[in-house]
């Protein structure tokens, strides 16, 4: 649930706080999602290969840090090469964890429980993908930005990992 949370808030209000907060343009805006984007196709790749060396929970608990990381820099800097770090790392981290998630599921429950216990962190993950944009909404209106709603998605992303 913790995932969906962060995950909704940062990839909800990303062009948002790009645009209203920092005054990037649509177009710039648009080709760091891009980044983003590309840096998921070179997560999985390279999550995929570390999990199974060190093992998926340590996998996961170290994806969800960087992902929290990833959202205190998209909070804290404004500068374009720290949000190009941001949006590689949680690129690169917060896209693959689903894939961990259903080969931890796999690995610890089984071929025959395995889709079951996957569709309960998938139920999860939707409460928590519910909740993330709407905090992320009141501390927006609270704070007239959208930092603050960062940085609750990479507390969340901490928590989760520890």
């Known amino acids: 649930m913790a995932y969906g949370i962060g995950l909704l808030i940062y990839f909800t209000f990303f062009q948002k706080r790009l645009i209203?907060?920092?005054?990037y343009s649509s177009r710039a805006a648009g080709d760091l999602f891009l980044v983003l984007g590309?840096?998921?196709?070179?997560?999985?790749?390279?999550w995929g290969s570390v999990s199974d060396r060190f093992g998926r929970e340590r996998t996961i608990a170290g994806t969800?840090?960087?992902?929290?990381?990833?959202?205190?820099?998209f909070a804290w800097t404004s500068g374009l090469a720290g949000l190009v770090v941001s949006a590689l790392l949680f690129g690169s981290t917060g896209m693959v964890i689903p894939g961990l998630i259903g080969a931890a599921c796999g690995d610890r429950f089984g071929p025959r429980l395995a889709s079951a216990s996957l569709?309960?962190?998938?139920v999860l993950v939707g409460v928590g993908q519910t909740i993330g944009p709407f905090l992320g909404g009141l501390l927006n209106d609270a704070f007239s930005s959208?930092?603050?709603t960062y940085l609750?998605?990479?507390a969340v992303f901490v928590v989760a990992a520890i």
Not at 64 to 73: E, K, P, Q, S, Y
Not at 119 to 122: A, I
């Open 146 to 148: 959208l930092g603050p």
């Open 38 to 46: 590309f840096a998921g196709l070179l997560g999985g790749v390279i």
């Open 20 to 23: 209203s907060d920092l005054g």
């Open 119 to 122: 569709g309960l962190v998938t």
């Open 64 to 73: 969800l840090l960087l992902a929290g990381i990833a959202a205190f820099m």
């Open 152 to 154: 609750l998605s990479g």
